[in-house]
């Protein structure tokens, strides 16, 4: 099993299923993370002491996962020399937009990079956690290029798909326009 350099933290388990997507993504990669959930909010003092940890358990990245009133990647940022990725979750009342504001609008010499609403965003995060530990480990960077040429030729091979069958499909319809006139 591939050593943990990332650690997943989000508010709530409620939280988990877009969470998780950060995860796929880092296995994709071959990028070991573990999942936490912890809450600036509600356990603050467990928040404190995993900050504090986390560097010498070789953890080199964090992605930090809340919705609502979303403190825990800013907190996470403060409490930590590690970079840190926020990830506003969706929320019934606001859509996720509360979350975003408070994860993206930190003050000044309190960087968070923040990511897009849920599972896409979370699916970034990992992305982006990746992109970070690469600088320093060929291993995860080659990973990654293989990955972004993959996704570039999964794109490829479903326009020329698309292409075929409208090409197929107007060929049918010119074909059965010219019997139909002679
Ligand atoms: P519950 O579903 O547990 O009521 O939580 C969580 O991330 C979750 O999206 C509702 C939402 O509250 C968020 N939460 C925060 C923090 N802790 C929990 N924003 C925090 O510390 O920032």
Sequence with gaps: ?????????MGSASDRPAME?????????GVG???????????????REYLRGAPGRGIRVLIAGAG???????????GTDLPVIGVPMGGPALGGLDALLSTVQMPPGIPVA???????????????????????????ARAYRRFAEGQTEKILAADRALQDERGRKKRASAKKN???KG
């Design 1 to 9: 099993m591939a050593e943990v350099r990332v650690g997943i933290l």
């Design 21 to 29: 997507e950060a995860g796929k993504a880092l296995d994709e990669l």
């Design 33 to 47: 993370w573990e999942l936490r959930v912890l809450s600036a909010h509600r356990t603050p003092e467990a928040v």
């Design 68 to 78: 609502m009133a979303a403190h825990l990647a800013g907190v996470s940022a403060a």
């Design 114 to 140: 923040t990511m897009g609403i849920g599972g896409p965003g979370a699916r970034n995060a990992g992305l982006f956690a990746a992109r970070i530990l690469a600088l320093s480990d060929k291993r995860v």
């Design 178 to 180: 010219a019997a139909r």
